[in-house]
C-alpha cells in the first residue's frame, strides 16, 4: 500500500510574539504576490502558514459597516485598520492564537465554501481533542461557537484562488475590548475564550496563560495538518523582518 505523498507547507512559528497588524499584513500580501507571479510558470511552491499574536487592533473588511463601531473612528481607543478581507469588524490582541494561511486552492479545492468549512472544522477539532469543548458552527453565520459565545473568528480573501487572511481564535483574550464594537456585526451573541470557559466549568482555577497558549497552538497546527493534508516545515525561531 502506497502513502499519499504530503505537500509541504512552510510554517513561521511566531505565536508567541506580538506582531504589529501592518507588519503581518504586509508580510501575507508579500507571499500572495511572490506565488501569483509563479502561477504562469506552471510552478508548485509550498502553501505558507503564518502563527502569531497581535496588539490591541480593530480591523474592518473591505465593506464594513460604521455602525458596528460604537466609538469614533477619529478617536479610536486601538489601531484602526480597514483591509481587503470580507466581513464585519473584529478585535485582535494578545492572548489571541491567529493563523494566517496562504493557501493555492487549485492544490486543495476550489470552492471558498469548503474552505470556510474545512477552517471552521480545524478549530472544532482542536477545541475537542485538547480542551474537551464541544464547539460548533452556527448556521448562516462564519466562525465558531460554543453555546451562543463566538470564540474564533474567520476572515479571508481570495486572489485567482490564492487565498490569505484566516482565523482568530481566543484564548487567553481579554474580551473587553470587543464591547465597543458588534463583532462581525452580530448584536444578539457574546464572545468567549477558552480560558473563560474551562475557568467556568473548573470554579474559576488558575490556569497559566503561556501553557495555554501552547497547547492551542499544538492542537491547531495538528488538526490543520489533518484536514488540507500538509506536511508541515516549521521554523521556530523565524522573523520576518
Known sequence: MMLAVLSRCECFDLHHQIVPYAEAFAWQKSIVKRRI??????????????????????????????????????????????????GEVTYHGPGQLVM?????????????????????????????????????????LTGVWVGDQKVAAIGIRGTRMIVYHGLALNVTTDLAPFKLIDPCGIKDRGVGSIKAILQKESGGREIDDRLLM????????????????????????????
Open 214 to 241: 501552547d497547547i492551542a497552538y499544538s492542537s491547531l497546527m495538528e488538526e490543520f495538518a489533518e484536514i488540507f493534508q500538509l506536511s508541515l516545515d516549521i521554523s521556530p525561531h523565524c522573523s520576518f523582518q
Open 100 to 140: 494566517y494561511p496562504i493557501l493555492n486552492l487549485r492544490y486543495h479545492k476550489e470552492d471558498l465554501h469548503w474552505y470556510f468549512r474545512s477552517l471552521e472544522e480545524v478549530i472544532i477539532r482542536a477545541l475537542k481533542s485538547a480542551f474537551f469543548i464541544k464547539a460548533s458552527r452556527v448556521e448562516g
Open 37 to 86: 507571479g509563479l502561477l504562469a510558470s506552471g510552478e508548485d511552491p509550498s502553501d505558507t502558514l503564518i502563527a502569531l499574536q497581535h496588539p490591541p487592533v480593530y480591523t474592518l473588511g473591505s465593506d464594513s459597516n460604521r455602525e458596528y463601531l460604537h466609538f469614533n473612528r477619529e478617536d479610536a481607543p486601538f489601531e484602526v485598520h480597514q483591509i481587503d478581507r470580507g
